[in-house]
């Protein structure tokens, strides 16, 4: 199983961003996905996460109403959607992946079997 995540970059605060994790080596439809992030001295913390039926969407409060997390089964893609980026949205962005057969607890990043290599977001004032 590999996950590719990419679309960080450099930007200023208030614009948008769309990171992408493309997964292969197993059936994409069937996988519970998150994103996680890792600012600079920071601990890794949960950002948003998906169920296999792409229904239940959860998110941090700190990015409630400014990030989304679609996914595109005929892609074998998750997104993360982001908009208003703030300065303390800089960290990298890790996407993550597990086949359990029993519902994960979706922002525990214990759940997650497979990552990402990550894909590094800055934001300048």
């Known amino acids: 199983v590999q996950l590719q995540a990419s679309g960080g970059g450099l930007v200023q605060a208030g614009d948008s961003l769309r990171l992408s994790c493309v997964v292969s080596g197993r059936t994409f439809s069937t996988a519970y996905m998150g994103w996680f992030r890792q600012a600079p001295g920071k601990e890794r913390e949960f950002v948003a996460g998906i169920n296999r039926s792409g229904v239940r969407k959860d998110y941090t409060d700190s990015v409630k109403g400014r990030f989304t997390i679609p996914k595109d089964n005929a892609r074998n893609t998750l997104y993360l959607q982001i908009a208003s980026l703030k300065p303390e949205d800089t960290a990298v962005y890790y996407c993550?992946?597990?086949?359990?057969?029993?519902?994960?607890?979706?922002?525990?990043?214990?759940?997650?079997?497979?990552w990402g290599q990550g894909t590094l977001v800055t934001v300048s004032s």
């Open positions: 993550a992946a597990t086949w359990n057969a029993r519902a994960p607890v979706l922002y525990t990043w214990t759940s997650y079997a497979y």
